[in-house]
């Protein structure tokens, strides 16, 4: 028993010490370095490990992190040198020079020491943490190319270091091919160079001893391959890359002897055998071939993205067991990203909608591959909604209680009795816009609320004040044909008068009287009397509540109806997220929707929302104010003990310094309360029509056939003999849509 109770603790503490080194790797293999942390503008833009230390070059410094830092650590600050970052020239004051001189934007190792690379000086520095030294020089005919009448500096898409060679591919100076490259390679220590022989080079990264990887294409093909650095020729092909993917992020793992790249959201490892595995996943929504990834001595792979370093563990066997949920449609990049730094065990990854019906196609089959889908109301949801095509998220009581928030028309349409069947992502209200400021001080009166008040509006515009406003007019319509209003009254009318499993007709006396009244003012749009200036009424929704333009306030205005016997209604068309009821993920899916609600930008969830109504604070406001209100005080200061020749001009900067404080004070709000208001007024009256045959514009949506009628009758106006036509092939094709839904 003595002997065994030792074995037993050794064998529990080393199975401890397995469990947090695994939980190690797994913390360091899913983390998400954030620079500046939203306190400053930052771009990762280089990335260097040396052994286990990870180097970033950010917009304002040289950032350092190694595994149990919270977040990176300024190494080498470069605040100075930002401004003049794309400074071709340096600035003649000293300092500015001097600032000029550290603007890097390329960083490199040798496995020791870390260097940057001057874009345009060509100086190679070494970076500590005190210091940039100079080492070498770039020779000017080589990152300069000289033409007959002028000359430029060649873009350095990418560096790798290898054999004691830093190798550089730059862009030629061809004009007719912008995108074509040409490697070098230049010696540190002799600061010779030479241009390389292979062709059709995309990126570059370092590779085994004496060798680096390419990207290269040729013929329309592009093939990952390795480069022999002696025999200068390109000596085994690694992988093909298909013509849909784009291959990014190459950097070699030293461990495995493997290259790593992205590619279609995926981490790719080819390991020494030309094997490739997926190794993880990234919330990437773009990507360019010279994404400046590295991989450490220990297998992380380091990526970055904006202001982001993704972090992802490429060392373990086998393919990564990541949860992957796939959607199907398209959701703000932020969204993902977000949600993958909070939730780095479970990957999205988006896929496009494709042609036709492939929405609908995909669900109907009961593809359980595809777990999300963005589908548009009015359109796809209806059908899958209806048919049992969504599951029900009600296990997630954050997403039920925010959706029971939701404006009634939006909650007839995500819920079914009990059950929640998606969330609201995007919201389009199909308000119009009025130049408040300039309308009142024109004095033209009360709004138009009806179609027939707007057609008065413009005829009176044309005769009282058009001559003497040339700069302006008074509404989009007079710049568009005459299909382009009769499509929106189109759009009113089915809005107004289509019920559910009823047909629609257009053969009615209010419809029939709206076209005879569009034929007999069609003139009012004809050439005759276009105005191309601003229109103080548009068509269609700018801004949440109201905005500025120059000094002209612009605010929401509710769409015309057909007649002033009907409510003004504002219609809006609305993008719901939802979960595939076949997906075997439906957990993590739900997940991912409650997230997604709780995480839309402010001015769609105020749209949404009918209870919130506080306004939204500019979170840069305080600070701003503060700063200027201490300056101003300093200037008052010294305009007490102020010599005379100085008074005058420091007045002067009170005075500016008051009126940069009285604009700063006009941007306290995100979104304001006069903002608020309005959209609420606006709002009072909103409606989806999220089941409307007629109106969807989907593929195989209703209003794409009407909409072809509105221009083979309108587009060169509405002859009043053509009416009777026009309105008999509306509602035969009204008819056909009715007949398909039944």
Known sequence: MKRIMPLILTVAMLFMLCQYATAEVAAVGTTTLNLGNGQTYETASSLCWIGDDLYILGTNAVYYWTNGMEAPEAFHDLSASATYQYAEQPPEDKDGAAAWASAIRHMFTDGKTLYGLHPYSGEILEITREDMRPVAQLPGELIKAEMEDSSFFREIKSVAYGDEQLFLLLDTNDYEDYAKTQMYSFNLANQSWKSCAPTGIQAITAGAAGKLALLVVQEEESALWQYDIASDGLDAQLAVIQPEELASGLTWYAKKGGLAYYTSKQVKLIDSAGIAQTKAYLPVSYANANAPAACSASGIYAYPYLNYVFLRDISLEGETDQTVLKLLGTLSSNLIVNFSIENPDIA?????????????????????????????????????KKKGFAAPLNSDSYLLEKSKQLYPTLQDMVFEGESLLAYPIAIQPHSWTVNETRWKALGLGEYPTTYYQ????????????????????????????????VSMIVKEYIFQNEAPGERLTFDTPSFRELMRGVSENAYLLSEKNEQWGTP??????????????????TRMLMPPTLDEQRTQMLNASVEVLFVNAASRQQEAATRFVSFCAQNLDMSTQYMLNPGMNDPYPNPAYESRLETLNTELETLRSKLKGAEDSQVAILRDEIAQKERMIESVAESRWMISPESISIYRSVAGNLRVPFDSPYLS?????????????????????LEAAEIDAFIKELDRVTYLVYMEGQ
């Not at 057609?455 to 710049?479: F, G, K, P, R």
């Not at 700018?542 to 306030?553: H, I, L, V």
């Open 348 to 384: 999205i990854v988006t896929m496009e909608a494709g042609t036709g019906d492939y929405l609908k196609q995909t669900v109907i089959s009961g593809d359980e591959s595809v777990d999300l889908f963005v589908a548009s109301a009015p359109g796809d949801f209806a059908a899958m």
């Open 536 to 553: 103080l009424l548009s068509s269609y929704y700018q801004c949440f509540g109201c905005g500025y333009n120059d000094n002209d306030m």
């Open 454 to 485: 707007l057609l008065e509006a413009v005829s009176l515009w044309l005769d009282m004040y058009a001559e003497d406003n040339m700069d302006y007019t008074l509404s989009d319509i007079q710049q568009s044909p005459v299909d382009a209003l």
């Open 697 to 717: 514009e989907d593929e195989s949506g209703g209003y794409n056939a009407i909409s072809a009628i509105i221009v083979q009758y309108c587009s060169d106006g």
